[in-house]
């Protein structure tokens, strides 16, 4: 079993492509074309796994709702300090800022993309 992608239902197609490339640094690496809607297939630079951004042609009156089921995405930096300048330059902010875990000496934050997905930063020590 081989672990391809999470899916996940944009707003706004061009806000969440700038998030995903311009701010976690992912790759775009192919769309497809489908009858309702356009798929965004992305991945990070060692073409783990993939994120799709789904942009639907119509959306649900009242647009999407995130549920109580999902929780967060998980991505790793190398220096929490230079992600948290690349924020600012880009007008962004932490809602929750960085803070140690002692007992792993990890430094962990989280911010929220355009819909309002939570995205776990880890630094790893």
């Given at each position: 079993?081989?672990?391809?992608?999470?899916?996940?239902r944009?707003?706004?197609?061009e806000?969440?492509?700038?998030?995903y490339?311009?701010?976690?640094?992912l790759?775009?690496?192919?769309?497809?074309e489908?009858?309702?809607a356009?798929l965004?297939?992305?991945?990070?630079?060692?073409?783990?796994?993939?994120?799709?951004?789904?942009?639907?042609?119509?959306?649900?009156e009242?647009?999407?709702?995130?549920?109580?089921?999902?929780?967060?995405?998980?991505?790793?930096?190398?220096?929490?300090?230079k992600?948290?300048?690349?924020l600012?330059?880009?007008?962004?902010?932490?809602?929750?800022?960085?803070?140690?875990?002692?007992?792993?000496?990890?430094t962990?934050?989280?911010?929220?993309?355009p819909?309002?997905?939570?995205?776990?930063?880890?630094?790893?020590?």
């Amino acid at each position: 079993m081989k672990f391809l992608h999470t899916m996940i239902r944009v707003a706004d197609i061009e806000k969440s492509l700038d998030f995903y490339q311009n701010i976690l640094g992912l790759n775009l690496v192919r769309t497809k074309e489908l009858p309702d809607a356009t798929l965004y297939f992305l991945t990070d630079e060692s073409g783990c796994c993939e994120i799709e951004l789904t942009y639907n042609n119509t959306k649900p009156e009242g647009g999407y709702q995130l549920g109580n089921y999902f929780g967060h995405l998980a991505f790793q930096t190398d220096n929490i300090d230079k992600f948290s300048e690349k924020l600012k330059q880009h007008g962004l902010d932490y809602f929750r800022t960085p803070f140690k875990i002692n007992a792993i000496g990890s430094t962990i934050a989280f911010i929220k993309d355009p819909d309002d997905i939570q995205i776990e930063i880890i630094e790893k020590k």
